[in-house]
């Protein structure tokens, strides 16, 4: 069992940046692939960003490629999103979530395939 806790949401201004973070619980955690995704009201869970266990592999949705950064420090066991030139659309709820079976299927962007969550944090991007 991996326990994902999120931290690092609020409230910001368009333009501005914020860094999330997300600490997960067990050891093993460096083997996990790891991403962010986000919720924004009456939409889809989406994926933002992903990074492989060696964290020499990253991933991003189109909608946040060069603005977001996706990083891990696994002496920590915990994965960071660094978020800047924020908008208005990128408000949402995000969360962190842990892929066991990477070695299995590859990486995915697929909210199915995840096998832990956090609980989320909430982003809002003022206009």
């Known amino acids: 069992q991996v326990q994902l806790v999120e931290s690092g949401g609020g409230l910001v201004q368009a333009g501005g940046s914020l860094r999330l973070s997300c600490a997960a619980s067990r050891r093993t955690f460096s083997t996990y692939a790891m991403a962010w995704f986000r919720q924004a009201p009456g939409k889809e869970r989406e994926f933002v960003a992903g990074i492989r266990w060696s964290g020499s592999n990253t991933y991003y949705s189109d909608s946040v490629k060069g603005r977001f950064t996706i990083s891990r420090d696994n002496a920590k066991n915990t994965v960071y999103l660094q978020m800047n030139s924020l908008k208005p659309e990128d408000t949402a709820v995000y969360y962190c979530?842990?892929?066991?079976?990477?070695?299995?299927?590859?990486?995915?962007?697929?909210?199915?395939?995840?096998?832990?969550w956090g609980q989320g944090t909430q982003v809002t991007v003022s206009s």
């Open positions: 979530a842990a892929d066991g079976n990477v070695a299995l299927h590859g990486f995915t962007r697929r909210t199915g395939l995840y096998d832990y």
